[in-house]
């Protein structure tokens, strides 16, 4: 079946610039014959990039290097002359021209170029035109522009490039991009039938690189790795280096995995830190968990306390409780005391794999080794166990076999027992679980113990459990907060009771005495309830929440509009009061 010619007009063009220019095959006989316009299209005016018209090679004036040129010149001038211009002298100026162009000593390479033609009578040719094209490569006074004048001025005067010269602009381009140079380049070395070197190809991958176009230079990178071209390391630490820095681990992850599959061993330890540190910084499990394996875990790399760390924040979020004990092993070599962050990662990892044995003996660990676990450390473990009510009686399983085993059981463990439990709305078996909270823990409970079965108390409108909690407080000495009083008013307001009003009014007195206010939500529900009843003191509410800078605009209309009716169904209350208080007299 003879081949279907491809349509390849100016929009294709326009969406693969590169198509002709490293993607697409070597031109053959049949691809003349399917492409001729494009093979032979002619030299298209390309229209140069801004900054490029301000990067022309700077004369030494300029950089205040005249002394350097007339050094130069003069050394160059004296040894020519003394050795009358022989052949053997110049070739050994050609060895030296060689050499600073492969340095990319500009300044070096012209003043012998020029000494060359000048003082021996050399003619301008390939390999000057070769040497002046790759002192381009000079970081500082490179120029693709002016790499570009050397072609055309090698044109004019009768030397037509090839493929050393097009390469030598492509290692200019390395270290001067210049896109659409490039493509002009990677023409005329396929019109002319040259190939591309190994070298070209890491020039090209380089370029891309320094352009940040990422996508295109693995691209190339890939295309070469076909070709059975071999891969220098450098360029493919490049690559990791320019992919971290942009966040692709995952191209890095595969770069690597490659790597050193291929039994390439001798991977900078310095590449291997630089990814530890920024899949680690942004979270990336896979290629974080892969450089630990193959660098500190065999301990060939010993990483910062501040990369462990990060590490050990990446374990943590994956549920990774391996990755997590043996960052700990390294941590715990040091002389540097593990605190409080380093045990709640660590805790968090053996949560999220479901490990929760091993979660709640960290807690008696931490205990054990002086650290007091807060409230905050357990939020991994409370989010784990209000999934399931089986969870929570089996954290109190454990919290049982653990203090028969002698562990010290911290108050924080049972309180977020009491906190699931309060979620699920199972009240009767939080109370029960503070009962058994004084066998567990000797500390005894504490004010958040308090606070969680005061919210349990809420929900289920159990004033009578609230008012015995309050007075176990005073029991037990527990100093209460402002979350205490704030749903102990809660606990008020959502009664029925006669004196539910009264009782809040006195919390939120006693609350105001020591300086605290009430959440926004729950002094919203104190002003509905006490304008529901129809009592007077909703007013003073609102004067007390205005000068408190609370925007009470919306509350005011609510109760400019319900004031009535709570009025009404205030006096029924009291008729019907008196007529109960009646009948029981007669």
Same mark, same amino acid.
């Given at each position: 079946?003879?081949?279907?010619a491809?349509?390849?007009?100016?929009?294709?063009?326009?969406?693969?610039?590169?198509?002709?220019?490293?993607?697409?095959?070597?031109?053959?006989? %049949?691809?003349?014959?399917?492409?001729?316009?494009?093979?032979?299209?002619?030299?298209?005016?390309?229209?140069?990039?801004?900054?490029?018209? %301000?990067?022309?090679?700077?004369?030494?004036?300029?950089?205040?290097?005249?002394?350097?040129?007339?050094?130069?010149?003069?050394?160059?001038a004296?040894?020519?002359?003394?050795?009358?211009?022989?052949?053997?002298?110049?070739?050994? /100026?050609?060895?030296?021209?060689?050499?600073?162009?492969n340095?990319?000593?500009?300044?070096?390479?012209?003043?012998?170029?020029?000494?060359?033609?000048?003082?021996?009578?050399?003619?301008?040719?390939?390999?000057?035109?070769?040497?002046?094209?790759?002192?381009?490569t000079d970081?500082?006074?490179?120029?693709?522009?002016?790499?570009?004048?050397?072609?055309?001025?090698?044109e004019?005067?009768?030397?037509?490039?090839?493929?050393?010269?097009?390469?030598?602009?492509?290692?200019?381009?390395?270290?001067h991009?210049?896109?659409?140079?490039?493509?002009?380049?990677?023409?005329?070395?396929?019109?002319?039938w040259?190939?591309?070197?190994?070298?070209?190809?890491?020039?090209?991958?380089?370029?891309?690189?320094?352009?940040?176009?990422?996508?295109m !230079?693995?691209?190339?990178?890939?295309?070469?790795?076909?070709?059975?071209?071999?891969?220098?390391?450098?360029?493919l630490?490049?690559?990791?280096y320019?992919?971290?820095?942009?966040?692709?681990?995952?191209?890095?992850?595969?770069?690597?995995?490659?790597?050193?599959?291929?039994?390439?061993?001798?991977?900078?330890?310095? *590449?291997?830190?630089?990814?530890?540190?920024?899949?680690?910084?942004?979270?990336?499990?896979?290629?974080?968990?892969?450089a630990?394996?193959?660098?500190?875990a065999?301990?060939?790399?010993n990483?910062?306390?501040?990369?462990?760390i990060?590490?050990?924040?990446?374990?943590?979020?994956?549920?990774?409780?391996?990755?997590?004990?043996?960052?700990?092993?390294?941590?715990?070599?040091?002389?540097?005391?593990?605190?409080l962050?380093?045990?709640? !990662?660590?805790?968090?990892?053996?949560?999220?794999?479901?490990?929760?044995?091993?979660?709640?003996?960290?807690? %008696?660990?931490m /205990?054990? !080794?002086?650290?007091?676990?807060e409230?905050?450390?357990?939020?991994?473990?409370?989010?784990?166990?209000?999934?399931?009510?089986?969870?929570?009686?089996? !954290? *109190?399983?454990?919290?049982?076999?653990?203090?028969?085993?002698?562990?010290?059981?911290?108050?924080?463990?049972?309180?977020?027992?009491?906190e699931?439990?309060?979620?699920?709305?199972?009240v009767?078996?939080?109370?029960?679980?503070y009962?058994?909270?004084?066998?567990?823990?000797?500390?005894?409970?504490?004010?958040?113990?308090?606070n969680? /079965? *005061?919210?349990?108390?809420?929900?289920?409108?159990?004033?009578?459990?609230?008012?015995?909690?309050?007075?176990?407080?005073?029991?037990?000495?527990?100093?209460?907060?402002?979350?205490?009083?704030?749903?102990?008013?809660?606990?008020?307001?959502?009664?029925?009771?006669?004196?539910?009003?009264?009782?809040?009014?006195?919390?939120?007195?006693?609350?105001?005495?020591?300086?605290?206010?009430?959440?926004?939500?729950?002094?919203?529900?104190?002003?509905?309830?006490?304008?529901?009843?129809?009592?007077?003191?909703?007013?003073?509410?609102?004067?007390?929440?205005?000068?408190?800078?609370?925007?009470?605009?919306?509350?005011?209309?609510?109760?400019?509009?319900?004031?009535?009716?709570?009025?009404?169904?205030?006096?029924?209350?009291?008729?019907?009061?008196?007529?109960?208080?009646?009948?029981?007299?007669?």
């Amino acid at each position: 079946m003879s081949p279907v010619a491809q349509s390849i007009d100016a929009l294709w063009h326009c969406f693969c610039p590169r198509f002709y220019a490293i993607n697409a095959p070597s031109i053959t006989a %049949t691809t003349r014959r399917i492409f001729p316009a494009i093979v032979s299209r002619p030299r298209r005016q390309r229209s140069r990039r801004q900054y490029h018209e %301000t990067r022309c090679v700077k004369s030494a004036t300029q950089y205040n290097l005249s002394h350097h040129h007339h050094d130069v010149a003069n050394d160059v001038a004296d040894d020519i002359s003394s050795q009358n211009g022989s052949a053997k002298f110049k070739s050994v /100026l050609y060895e030296e021209l060689r050499k600073a162009s492969n340095k990319g000593e500009m300044l070096r390479v012209r003043q012998l170029a020029r000494s060359l033609v000048e003082e021996g009578a050399e003619a301008p040719n390939s390999l000057l035109y070769t040497a002046l094209l790759l002192a381009n490569t000079d970081p500082e006074y490179g120029s693709p522009v002016e790499a570009e004048r050397l072609l055309h001025e090698m044109e004019a005067i009768g030397i037509p490039p090839g493929s050393t010269h097009y390469h030598a602009v492509l290692k200019v381009l390395s270290i001067h991009p210049d896109y659409l140079f490039r493509n002009e380049i990677l023409d005329k070395l396929q019109q002319q039938w040259f190939s591309l070197t190994n070298d070209g190809w890491h020039d090209v991958i380089v370029g891309l690189l320094r352009e940040r176009q990422i996508e295109m !230079a693995i691209d190339s990178l890939d295309r070469m790795q076909e070709e059975g071209s071999k891969v220098q390391p450098w360029l493919l630490d490049l690559m990791v280096y320019t992919l971290c820095n942009i966040g692709e681990f995952s191209q890095v992850m595969t770069i690597m995995r490659e790597r050193f599959n291929q039994g390439e061993l001798e991977i900078s330890g310095t *590449l291997w830190a630089y990814i530890l540190d920024t899949a680690s910084r942004a979270l990336h499990h896979e290629l974080t968990h892969y450089a630990w394996t193959k660098q500190v875990a065999s301990e060939y790399l010993n990483p910062s306390s501040g990369v462990c760390i990060n590490v050990l924040n990446t374990a943590a979020r994956c549920g990774d409780y391996r990755l997590s004990t043996d960052v700990f092993r390294v941590l715990g070599k040091r002389s540097s005391a593990l605190k409080l962050y380093h045990y709640e !990662a660590l805790l968090e990892s053996y949560v999220k794999a479901s490990d929760l044995r091993t979660a709640l003996t960290i807690l %008696t660990i931490m /205990l054990t !080794a002086g650290i007091q676990p807060e409230e905050g450390t357990t939020r991994a473990i409370y989010f784990y166990l209000r999934e399931s009510s089986l969870k929570t009686h089996e !954290a *109190l399983s454990v919290l049982r076999e653990l203090h028969d085993g002698q562990r010290q059981i911290p108050t924080v463990a049972v309180n977020c027992i009491i906190e699931a439990l309060v979620q699920q709305n199972d009240v009767a078996c939080a109370m029960e679980t503070y009962q058994t909270l004084y066998t567990l823990c000797p500390a005894g409970p504490t004010t958040a113990t308090f606070n969680a /079965l *005061l919210r349990g108390c809420a929900h289920s409108s159990r004033k009578d459990l609230a008012m015995f909690l309050a007075s176990e407080m005073l029991t037990q000495k527990v100093v209460p907060n402002a979350l205490t009083y704030d749903r102990l008013i809660l606990v008020c307001i959502v009664g029925k009771g006669d004196n539910d009003i009264d009782d809040a009014f006195r919390y939120f007195g006693e609350m105001k005495g020591m300086g605290w206010w009430p959440r926004r939500g729950t002094v919203t529900m104190m002003v509905k309830r006490t304008c529901e009843a129809g009592d007077e003191r909703v007013f003073d509410l609102l004067d007390e929440m205005e000068k408190k800078g609370v925007d009470i605009v919306g509350l005011q209309r609510w109760v400019g509009e319900k004031w009535e009716d709570g009025v009404s169904a205030r006096k029924t209350r009291e008729i019907w009061k008196d007529r109960d208080g009646r009948q029981v007299e007669s």
